[in-house]
């Protein structure tokens, strides 16, 4: 089993920054793949960006150049950097922990989400 907890997120003005933080535990093991997603209101779930432990980043159009996403291949941790915050970025936030396993499925774990609220 794989537990994904997300903290940070909060209220934040227009233009200013907020940090989120996750973690994956439990069997962690090929796990390799750890992301971000969000969920505005009335709006399904979208990606936001994601990291391939060693390998590379990924962004949605709508947040290059303003969201940083890092992350710790040994610690199965990942951080969302968000700047120059806008006010459609008012979302849950969700942490998204990927196994990718050869000759199987890729499994997907996520956390309980965490409210991002930008005011204008």
């Known amino acids: 089993q794989v537990q994904v907890v997300e903290s940070g997120g909060g209220l934040a003005q227009a233009g200013g920054s907020l940090r989120l933080s996750c973690a994956a535990s439990?069997?962690?093991?090929?796990?390799?793949?750890m992301g971000w997603y969000r969920q505005g209101p009335g709006k399904q779930r979208d990606f936001v960006a994601n990291?391939?432990?060693?390998?590379?980043?990924n962004y949605a159009d709508s947040v290059k150049g303003r969201f940083t996403i890092s992350g710790d291949r040994a610690k199965k941790t990942v951080y969302l950097q968000m700047d120059k915050l806008e006010p459609g970025d008012t979302a849950v936030y969700y942490c998204?922990?990927?196994?990718?396993?050869?000759?199987?499925?890729?499994?997907?774990?996520w956390g309980q989400g965490t409210q991002v609220t930008v005011s204008s």
């Open positions: 990291i391939t432990f060693g390998d590379s980043t």
């Open positions: 998204n922990a990927r196994k990718v396993r050869p000759g199987y499925f890729p499994s997907d774990y």
């Open positions: 439990g069997n962690t093991f090929a796990i390799t793949v």
